[in-house]
């Protein structure tokens, strides 16, 4: 119930391509659902958000769509940049500390 | 840079031995949160402080332990250390905004145990 499940765990996409990443969750208490990416090196950095009330919140070339009744999220990434290969981990908040997914390693071909 | 400070970036060690991970949170967040990130794990949870009162307990070896000081600052402990404690740790901090606590993390401490 506490656990998060993220696929794949790897992708590969050319640069203008789309990359999906597709995330799970069992406990319905899970409130916040953010994306963070994590370049070699660094500690992860919060991409994007979502809230349960919301089907699908859009920044730029970063999408969050949301199923509330699949409880399924996932991350599209609009025309992928080789600058966008990174680990992505999705997350989930059960009021108390953020629950990640396993990550996906994005690399983006030119 | 986040404004989340860890020392030291990389430590390396024997096992057996003890070490201590300092971290900073940024001006104002109150909760700090660690993680720890090997290869295999992913990112596991540890524990959470909340202005200096532990509020929720991950994965949390009975050789680590943690605390959160009156300037808010957190040092995570590791003691008799073995070679699978080698890892990243992460200290992050937090902050409401629009009803969600967001994490903001920092650069790491890459501990390696030999």
């Known amino acids: 119930q506490q656990q998060v499940k993220q696929s794949p765990q790897s992708l590969i996409v050319q640069k203008g391509g789309i990359s999906i990443i597709n995330c799970a969750y069992e406990n319905t208490a899970f409130d916040y659902f953010p994306w963070y990416q994590q370049f070699p090196g660094k500690g992860p950095a919060l991409l994007i958000a979502?809230?349960?009330?919301?089907s699908e919140k859009k920044e730029g070339r970063f999408t969050i769509s949301f199923n509330k009744s699949a409880k399924q999220f996932s991350l599209h990434i609009m025309d992928s940049q080789p600058g966008d290969s990174a680990t992505y981990f999705c997350?989930?908040?059960?009021?108390?500390?953020?629950?990640f997914g396993t990550g996906t390693r994005l690399q983006v071909f030119p | 840079d986040s404004g989340v400070t860890q020392t030291p970036k990389h430590l390396i060690t024997a096992t057996g031995q003890r070490v201590t991970l300092r971290c900073s949170p940024r001006?104002?967040?109150?909760?700090v949160y660690w993680y720890q990130q090997s290869l295999d794990q992913g990112l596991q949870f540890l524990i959470q402080y909340y202005n200096g009162e532990e509020r929720a307990k991950g994965n949390i070896l009975e050789r680590f332990s943690a605390q959160q000081f009156p300037d808010l600052h957190s040092e995570l402990n590791l003691s008799s250390l073995e070679l699978g404690d080698s890892a990243l740790y992460f200290c992050a901090s937090s902050v409401m905004e629009s009803g969600a606590n967001v994490l903001t993390f920092g650069a790491g401490s890459r501990l390696t145990v030999l």
């Open positions: 001006s104002g967040d109150l909760s």
């Open positions: 979502i809230r349960p009330d919301v």
């Open positions: 997350a989930a908040f059960p009021p108390d500390k953020l629950i």
